[in-house]
């Protein structure tokens, strides 16, 4: 999807893709975004120039003259950078109303589970070498959807919590997401999930609590692809242990070369000379997962984590094409508003060019037990594109829900 600056003359089809139910004025003052009515009359045009500064990349200035010419509002910068700082937490609102009107859509499921996928995000102000903000986004993988966004700052640590849960949720994380007391309350919640780890990431043990010897395991497993069952120590006491499977893949010797070259690598320009577990741990992929084994054995369980990928292109599209990365604003006030803008756009703008993806895993009404090969026949990754002139709004997506067959997990 790239946002074109023409969608801000087709407002009432904009408007349209607001939330319904949605009552911008009453929450808009709720907020204390908009208390009086002067230079901006109402909230409606309050979003309007919102959405032209933070979702169409415009600056204060352009942002006014472009409502003057209008006529639709006539205010200084100064004026509008003060309304904008102001409305941030309502813009926020909106966002949060949006993804909730996607989520109304039966949840499209595999096998009876329905595939989520959770990660972060970072934007940086101008100038700054590190990340500023973090977007937290889980990802309904069979609408390919966002279900679920937090914003935070760069204290934001990404975790599992960040996403709340219902029973036949399977979500997959990456090794981030590897964390000791962040796993139970997911299988507490009826969830399951699937995290990919490190040598070092947790503390494992055996079954029994003895001491695990994860590199023995390791050289032991004959095939390529393998499994065990360990416990997490999760530094608390519980009532039950939580037992996990460790699911094992062996790489080709060409992706194992290229991870240990990268390392390499990464130690030279540290100075530092490789540390020889992780040259080992190298050669494979760690999951985690609390799937039970009769239902999803491990050839299953690498196959499903594969489909994160389609998060990343959703960043893709986020950033590279709606612009998301090109974030103007160091005060803390108007960044938020402006991410929140151009999420609210960016949002609308897929809605629009009709980017929702058609194909399912299954149908909600078969939850039968299926092969993973959750893509029709015709679809090609990365070969998909949509283009509505009528809306000038174009989008690039890749449509198919299937694993990327190019990469490891």
């Not at 320009?269 to 999803?296: M, V």
């Not at 489909?307 to 006030?333: H, N, T, V, Y």
Request: aromatic share 6%.
């Amino acid at each position: 999807m790239k946002i074109r600056p023409e969608i801000l003359d087709h407002w009432p089809e904009v408007s349209a893709g607001l939330p319904s139910g949605f009552d911008v004025e009453a929450t808009a003052r709720l907020r204390g975004a908009f208390t009086r009515a002067r230079e901006i009359k109402s909230a409606e045009t309050l979003l309007r120039l919102a959405l032209a500064y933070g979702g169409l990349g415009m600056s204060l200035r352009e942002t006014c003259a472009w409502a003057a010419v209008g006529g639709i509002a006539s205010l200084s910068d100064p004026s509008l950078l003060e309304r904008l700082c102001k409305a941030g937490p309502w813009l926020g609102d909106i966002v949060a109303a949006l993804i909730a009107e996607q989520a109304k859509v039966p949840a499209r499921r595999w096998a009876g589970y329905r595939l989520r996928a959770l990660d972060g995000t970072s934007i940086c102000e101008p100038g700054a070498d590190r990340t500023t903000w973090r977007l937290h986004v889980g990802y309904d993988l069979a609408a390919g959807q966002v279900d679920q966004l937090e914003l935070t700052d760069v204290h934001g640590a990404e975790n599992l919590q960040r996403l709340t849960y219902r029973p036949g949720d399977i979500v997959l994380g990456d090794r981030y997401y590897a964390r000791p007391r962040d796993l139970r309350p997911v299988m507490e919640a009826g969830a399951d999930f699937i995290v990919r780890t490190g040598w070092n990431s947790l503390r494992l043990l055996q079954a029994n609590g003895e001491p695990f010897d994860l590199f023995a395991a390791l050289a032991a497993q004959a095939g390529q692809e393998g499994e065990v069952q360990v416990r997490i120590h999760e530094g608390i006491k519980a009532a039950t242990p939580l037992i996990l499977r460790l699911v094992v893949r062996r790489k080709d010797p060409e992706q194992a070369a290229a991870e240990q070259k990268r390392l390499l690598k990464d130690a030279r320009k540290r100075g530092k000379q490789p540390d020889p577990c992780s040259l080992e741990a190298a050669k494979y992929i760690l999951l985690l997962t609390s799937l039970p084994a009769d239902a999803f054995p491990p050839a299953d369980i690498l196959a499903l984590y594969r489909f994160r990928w389609q998060i990343e292109l959703a960043f893709k599209r986020f950033k590279s094409l709606a612009g998301l990365d090109m974030l103007p604003a160091k005060k803390p006030e108007l960044a938020r508003a402006w991410i929140y803008a151009r999420l609210i756009v960016a949002i609308i703008a897929e809605q629009i060019a009709g980017q929702v993806p058609d194909s399912s895993p299954s149908g909600p009404e078969n939850t039968a037990r299926k092969p993973i090969a959750l893509a029709s026949h015709e679809d090609r990754l990365g070969y998909h594109s949509c283009s509505h002139s009528r809306t000038h709004v174009m989008a690039n997506s890749s449509r198919g829900l299937r694993p990327n067959p190019s990469s490891p997990p």
